[in-house]
């Protein structure tokens, strides 16, 4: 009788054993799955990306609403091209690939010499504030694909007002048809290379008058990290080949596309901090040691770094974060005037061992420096050495400086700098009073936005250019000197003016930087000396009321 009555007892527990396991595995196995069938979609999708022409970039969510472009079904998440803009859902991407052309960079199977191209349209996700150029209404206002955009010169026309012609006629490359490389241009020219001929003045639109090609070479990892947004919106709007991703390809071999262009008529956009800038001006400079200096582009700057004082002194702004449309950066670089630039040749040689050394020689744009200003750049430099996630914002950079800057002012590590360096302004000595830091100057602003040889403007002081040849010397007296310059309560130690800068470490290590890269430098003599000019381009639209007091000293 016992045993009979615990058989129901034991039946129950191995049902609710058996209940359990189901309940644990079952979720376990589903999630599993789930996840198998995610990393096998990722993979088929990973190796469409790879195979194939257009530019497909993968979002959760897309930022304004979407229509797959096959299908025409609203899509919140999907693929994305970044040269012609096509947008489509995971269901459809292998038939979007397959069916759809992206933006040809050359035109290929054209027999001759083309000199025009039709227009390639693309259905639907127009752009929100676009008009029909055919009634002169404004398109994309329905919820679902409706309406074509040419992808070269980014015309929208109605679905109703679409006619045969639209489809046939030749492109006319839109607004920025002076600053495009048409792919019929370098089809021509690949043409001509491979018949050894240099006659490039007969292609069309070589002899153009008004055509100035541009070129994008942008640092996705400058500042707050926005240049892979400019590299798709770039591409949109000109040849994808004149838009380059610094983090894949070098300056220099981006800037060889150059000498497939008129002479004296390339426009360089550097996205980017003044590190960039100079990375990129340093590639200019082997293209005149290898005799292309008929081919040498002028400098534009997007600043995307922290500092951006360059791009400050050359009118292009202290920061962009987004609040300037591409298209209205493309009109400044076309509007912008030629300019040239001073850059100078720093070299460092130590003192001792025999001589044996090769001294170290940097090319300064911007500033040189010892003292409390180049302690704070090498202790950022370490910081974000470490744990280069965490500088990934232009805020937080400037938080970093402002920590070690006030930590020198209780620290004072570069004090009595006066007594250890000896300093020469063309060969001549000149007496230092108590200083900390010694700043050399090529251009207008310093330190972020500091008009630092100007100060508070209220002495007079010698006029400052940047492409003058001289180079203008103030010393500070520390962290918080140099914090009282910046918001305009002191003046610097203006200790003159030179076309060539020796400075003479005597002993102790000090920090020094040369256009913010730092480093810690023991005994030395440092000699400044001109190198050359940059072409460079100036855009006079973004100086505010105090640049326009200030410019009448450059």
């Not at 100035?212 to 947004?229: D, F, K, Q």
């Not at 500088?391 to 209780?410: E, H, M, P, Q």
């Not at 003599?525 to 460079?536: D, G, Q, R, S, Y």
Request: net charge neutral; charged share 20%.
């Amino acid at each position: 009788m016992e045993g009979s009555a615990d058989a129901p007892g034991a039946v129950a527990d191995w049902r609710l054993a058996v209940w359990t396991l189901c309940s644990v595995l079952l979720p376990v196995l589903i999630t599993a799955w789930c996840s198998f069938q995610r990393s096998r979609r990722q993979l088929l999708i990973r190796d469409i990306f790879r195979k194939s022409k257009h530019d497909w970039h993968y979002t959760d969510l897309f930022g304004q609403p979407s229509y797959c472009c096959v299908c025409a079904q609203h899509i919140l998440r999907g693929a994305f091209c970044s040269c012609c803009g096509l947008r489509v859902c995971e269901r459809c991407l292998k038939k979007a690939d397959q069916r759809f052309l992206c933006k040809e960079i050359t035109m290929r199977g054209t027999a001759g010499a083309p000199s025009a191209m039709p227009h390639h349209w693309i259905r639907g996700n127009v752009p929100l504030c676009s008009c029909c150029i055919v009634c002169k209404q404004q398109c994309g206002t329905q919820p679902k694909l409706c309406d074509y955009r040419c992808v070269w010169c980014q015309y929208t026309v109605h679905d109703e007002c679409m006619v045969d012609c639209l489809r046939t006629e030749d492109c006319t490359f839109g607004e920025f048809k002076d600053l495009i490389i048409p792919p019929y241009y370098l089809s021509a020219i690949n043409q001509m290379r491979k018949e050894k001929r240099t006659s490039y003045e007969k292609v069309v639109p070589y002899d153009r008058k008004h055509w100035m090609p541009v070129m994008v070479l942008a640092n996705t990892r400058s500042g707050n990290n926005m240049g892979e947004t400019f590299l798709g919106e770039f591409k949109m709007l000109l040849n994808p080949v004149q838009v380059f991703d610094l983090s894949k390809i070098g300056p220099a071999k981006a800037l060889q596309l150059c000498t497939w262009l008129p002479c004296n008529t390339v426009r360089v956009l550097v996205c980017g901090g003044d590190g960039t800038v100079g990375w990129v001006l340093d590639a200019i400079d082997e293209m005149k040691i290898k005799g292309q200096e008929r081919y040498i582009p002028q400098v534009a700057i997007l600043p995307l770094g922290t500092g951006n004082d360059l791009s400050n002194t050359l009118g292009w702004g202290a920061g962009y974060a987004g609040e300037v449309p591409v298209e209205q950066i493309l009109r400044n670089v076309m509007e912008a005037d030629g300019i040239k630039l001073d850059r100078w040749k720093v070299q460092v040689t130590n003192k001792g061992y025999y001589n044996l050394r090769k001294p170290k020689v940097f090319t300064m744009n911007n500033y040189f420096s010892v003292g409390p200003d180049a302690l704070m750049a090498l202790n950022f430099h370490a910081h974000r050495e470490k744990t280069p996630s965490l500088f990934s914002s232009r805020i937080i950079n400037k938080a970093v400086y402002f920590f070690y800057g006030t930590k020198d002012c209780l620290v004072q590590e570069c004090k009595d700098l006066n007594k250890k360096v000896e300093l020469e302004l063309d060969g001549e000595r000149i007496e230092l009073p108590n200083l900390e830091g010694i700043i050399v100057l090529n251009i207008g602003y310093w330190g972020g936005g500091c008009r630092l040889w100007e100060g508070m403007g209220d002495e007079p002081y010698p006029l400052a250019r940047h492409d003058d040849g001289l180079l203008e010397v103030v010393g500070v007296h520390g962290s918080f000197h140099c914090a009282q310059i910046q918001v305009k309560l002191a003046n610097p130690v203006r200790l003159g003016q030179a076309h060539t800068v020796r400075l003479i470490l005597k002993s102790s290590k000090m920090p020094m930087q040369v256009d913010g890269e730092p480093w810690a430098q023991g005994p030395c003599t440092v000699t400044i000396t001109h190198k050359t000019h940059a072409l460079m381009l100036y855009h006079s639209g973004e100086q505010t009321d105090d640049d326009d007091a200030s410019s009448l000293s450059e």
